[in-house]
């Protein structure tokens, strides 16, 4: 069936859909699905939103496509403008391109320029991406690097605040976190080398971790004090996905450098980083770019009526009522089931880690998921150690296609023991 495609993808299922609508998708003999993998946090606004689809059509009707470096699309220029408005004050320019990894790449060579230095801290289970550069800013699985050494240098590597491994709460593992970034800092790479630090708000591929509030306001106070730039990849977690714009709002600071891509185009493909005027006009002209990166007229039109869509159906409060009701369904069945080491996650990013006696373990995390396939439920796992199911409906989703899930949720548990 999948003869002449490489075998280099892994495959959740072999469903080929050929329709979607909501939080479901159908295959052409239509069987329904639930699809709580929003293809990987992409459909935000669910599959096929009615405002996205009009937009993309009335775009494609007038114009497909404007190369950046040749004109301007007037939809680029207005999708700019509806980003300052979500924006913390004083972020205020854009670059546009296509993929995630492409957008962190942007990122890290706007700060080398703008700082004129090279290094770059990452955190232990970070996932930015599979581009050379980004591939040797990931650790969260030894298998998007694996047998692709060397990778570019400069890139150093400090522990994330990741309670549940440590067994610690969130005030020692802060500290102790902080602590290591410190010892780095002195010990590795110091500050006048330091262009900047990137964090995901909530660790994606490394286990569906919220970063602490506390560990944030730290991280921005120790970028201020050593003129380093604070990076945050927005890229799974940005758009309404955790209850609110941008996750890292909910620790109540400012990045210099914001990630953006996936649920920002509800499906097609756009990225981009935003930051201050005065720091993108360091980044010298003509030093980056690309063919399709730019934000082209029909994805800056899907990317405009996503914006539109999540602020008019006020899907960033839905994804935090929402995702209260899963993380309350998920830790009353945590009450029952032993192997529910930990629930955690904000809004709509929710990750329940499975463990036995303590330990991570995957093929019972595999066998739960398979179950959940089994019923129509589609989930994700991520973590080092791949025990993680992590949840990621739609921000659409309702409290009666929720409480369907944790059912489905609760029968595959009992199925696998």
């Not at 955790?242 to 499906?267: N, R, Y």
């Amino acid at each position: 069936m999948n003869q002449h495609l490489s075998p280099v993808w892994t495959h959740l299922t072999q469903i080929q859909p050929v329709r979607g609508e909501g939080i479901y998708l159908f295959d052409a003999d239509g069987h329904r699905y639930t699809d709580f993998t929003s293809g990987i946090g992409v459909t935000s606004t669910g599959h096929c939103h009615p405002n996205v689809v009009a937009a993309i059509q009335k775009q494609a009707e007038k114009l497909i496509f404007g190369q950046m470096n040749i004109v301007i699309p007037p939809t680029t220029v207005a999708l700019a403008d509806a980003l300052t408005k979500v924006m913390p004050d004083g972020i205020d320019t854009f670059f546009f391109s296509n993929s995630g990894a492409e957008a962190v790449e942007a990122s890290v060579k706007l700060a080398r320029q703008a700082t004129n230095k090279q290094n770059v801290i990452v955190f232990q289970g970070s996932f930015h991406g599979r581009t050379a550069q980004t591939m040797a800013m990931t650790t969260s699985k030894y298998i998007y690097r694996h047998q692709y050494q060397p990778l570019p240098a400069g890139i150093f590597v400090t522990p994330f605040p990741y309670a549940y491994y440590y067994g610690w709460d969130e005030e020692k593992t802060t500290e102790f976190c902080i602590k290591q970034l410190d010892l780095l800092l002195h010990g590795q790479t110091p500050p006048d080398e330091t262009a900047a630090i990137i964090i995901e708000p909530v660790l994606g591929e490394g286990g569906y971790i919220p970063t602490p509030d506390g560990f944030m306001q730290e991280l921005r106070k120790i970028c201020n004090e050593n003129e380093i730039l604070l990076i945050v990849d927005e890229v799974q977690s940005g758009f309404g996905r955790t209850g609110k714009f941008f996750s890292f709002e909910h620790a109540g600071i400012v990045p210099d450098i914001i990630v953006m891509a996936k649920g920002l185009g509800s499906g097609l493909p756009i990225s981009g980083i935003a930051s201050r005027k005065e720091l993108m006009d360091k980044w010298e002209t003509g030093s980056h770019g690309g063919t399709y990166g730019g934000g082209g007229p029909v994805v800056s039109a899907a990317a405009l009526a996503t914006i539109q869509t999540v602020q008019e159906e006020n899907l960033v409060e839905n994804a935090a009522l929402m995702g209260e009701r899963l993380i309350a369904g998920l830790r009353e069945l945590q009450k029952q089931y032993p192997q529910i080491g930990d629930v955690r996650g904000r809004g709509l990013m929710v990750g329940v880690e499975i463990t036995v006696n303590g330990i991570a373990d995957k093929i019972l995390t595999d066998a739960i998921q398979k179950a959940c396939i089994k019923r129509d439920l589609l989930l994700l796992t991520c973590g080092t150690y791949g025990n993680v199911i992590r949840w990621i409906p739609p921000l659409i989703v309702t409290a009666e296609q929720i409480d369907k899930a944790l059912v489905v949720f609760e029968n595959a548990l009992v199925e696998v023991g």
